[in-house]
């Protein structure tokens, strides 16, 4: 019987992307269910009760939730193409690192792009320290794991597209050649990779979509 | 292995911490505990954990792991021998990541909501949000357990520890709200095994006793309290 693989997602989910490109890389066949999350379909509702978010993974019927798990769930299912170290240091690393990513750099940059003019100083200087982190990890690397695209890579991928989408509304250069070389550089490879490049969200539509959520959180926040 | 090329930057009462203590015993491996003074970290934990500065801190040989889940599995990996803290099935090890990652992000800061409140308006409805997180976890055991003892089965399992480290916070918010958070008409089935997982030999004497917990509670809202004071009197 031949597998089947679905992935829940949505246009312009980041988290979602990463599951596009590790099914890529791996070279695997499956069905795509775009959602809308203001009306959510009975099937998601059903294979993600807990959250009711995208991605969800379902092999075979069997539903796997949360971007970075599902990653690994990919990488121990097909085995071919690894995306993980096979050393339980470097995995380790790359574990510690894409939490870092999510948790911090991640909520950093998202509360830079919402805040007031007047909280923009000290919003940047948190997200230009985590970005700064990232860039020493690219030292004297291609991508997060040397010459090919891994686990790493497609955890910081957002990277490499939104943060010139909300640079772009914000009208603020985070992310500048000088002060981030080695992290430039990753955005370039990353961006034009062959796996990788023709999965971006249109530009155009993604800019509508945050600049209306930029003014939302503004206007809700609006300082007295 | 020397138990002096694996060293655990910890501090008692962390439960982040604890899960470290417990994987180590449940794989008997050697080790030094280092206690760590948080409000005046040392030179090793800075120099071991300089992105967060936090604990646990697992140092193998001369390289620090950060992140209890992420040490967790470093440990299971490494000491891959019996017994197993991750299931060997994927699709197994997907769910308990995932509950894993519901129990960081999601309910355990209900705990903590539940330490901070301070009227009993807020103090009712933070363990009403509790009690929704712990029937889902339920669930997640009856699923999981297979109808055995543990998460993991018949024995220990990754989900156990990941949610056991923080059964001392849990009965030390029940004795310091006077509310049932572990109730075994609501949850049954995570009460038995709350039981189970307490007494297991790798967990005895880990996490501390409630009541030292409970005043570590009084001293957070009470040191909350001064710096609310101090900022409105500036």
């Known amino acids: 019987m031949a597998e089947e693989v679905k992935l829940f997602r949505t246009w312009s989910s980041r988290y979602s992307l990463r599951i596009v490109w590790a099914l890529k890389l791996k070279g695997i066949e499956y069905e795509t269910i775009f959602e809308d999350l203001t009306n959510k379909s009975p099937s998601l509702l059903q294979y993600n009760p807990t959250h009711g978010k995208v991605p969800v993974l379902v092999h075979d019927g069997k539903p796997v939730c949360e971007s970075l798990v599902i990653l690994e769930y990919v990488d121990e299912t097909w085995k071919h193409n690894p995306l993980l170290p096979q050393d339980p240091y470097e995995k380790s690393m790359a574990r510690f690192w894409a939490n870092f990513g999510d948790d911090k750099l991640m909520k950093s940059i998202s509360q830079l792009f919402i805040a007031h003019e007047k909280d923009q100083d000290v919003a940047a200087v948190a997200a230009l320290e985590n970005l700064k982190i990232v860039e020493e990890q690219l030292k004297g690397k291609k991508f997060f794991h040397g010459e090919t695209i891994g686990y790493l890579d497609l955890a910081f991928g957002w990277i490499a597209n939104l943060v010139s989408i909300l640079e772009e509304i914000m009208s603020l250069k985070l992310v500048d050649g000088e002060r981030f070389p080695h992290l430039s550089s990753w955005i370039q490879h990353f961006i034009d990779a062959p796996v990788i490049r023709d999965c971006w969200p249109p530009r155009d539509k993604m800019i509508i979509k945050y600049q209306v959520m930029r003014e939302k959180y503004l206007a809700a926040a609006t300082p007295k | ?234």
């Not at chain 2, 899960?19 to 080790?31: T, Y």
């Not at chain 2, 800075?46 to 936090?54: A, G, I």
């Not at chain 2, 572990?182 to 307490?198: I, M, N, Q």
């Not at chain 2, 297991?200 to 996490?207: L, M, N, Q, Y």
Request: proline share 6%; net charge negative; glycine share 6%.
């Open chain 2, 1 to 234: 292995m020397a138990a002096s090329d694996v060293k655990l930057l910890g501090a008692r009462p962390s439960p982040f911490v604890n899960r470290v203590q417990f994987a180590l015993n449940l794989k008997s491996i050697d080790h030094e505990f280092i206690p760590q003074n948080l409000a005046e970290k040392s030179e090793l934990l800075l120099k071991s954990n300089p992105v967060h500065k936090k604990v646990p801190v697992l140092i193998h040989g001369d390289q620090p792991i950060s992140e209890s889940l992420v040490i967790v599995q470093y440990i299971d990996e490494v000491w891959s021998g019996p017994p197993s803290l991750l299931p060997s099935d994927p699709y197994d090890r997907a769910t308990a990541r995932f509950w894993a990652a519901y129990i960081d992000e999601k309910w355990f800061p209900l705990v903590r909501d539940l330490r901070n409140a301070t009227d009993e308006q807020s103090k009712a409805a933070a363990v009403e949000k509790l009690f929704e997180g712990l029937k889902l976890l339920e669930d997640a055991f009856v699923n999981s357990s297979n109808g055995k003892g543990f998460f993991g089965g018949e024995k220990l399992g990754y989900l156990d520890i990941v949610l056991g480290c923080y059964l001392g916070w849990v009965r030390a918010g029940e004795i310091f709200t006077g509310l049932k958070i572990l109730d075994e008409t609501k949850t049954p089935a995570l009460v038995g095994w709350a039981e189970r997982f307490a007494s297991h030999k790798a967990v005895d004497g880990v996490i501390p006793e409630p009541e030292e917990l409970v005043n570590l509670i009084k001293m957070f809202q009470a040191r909350a309290a001064a710096a609310a004071a101090d900022a409105s009197t500036k």
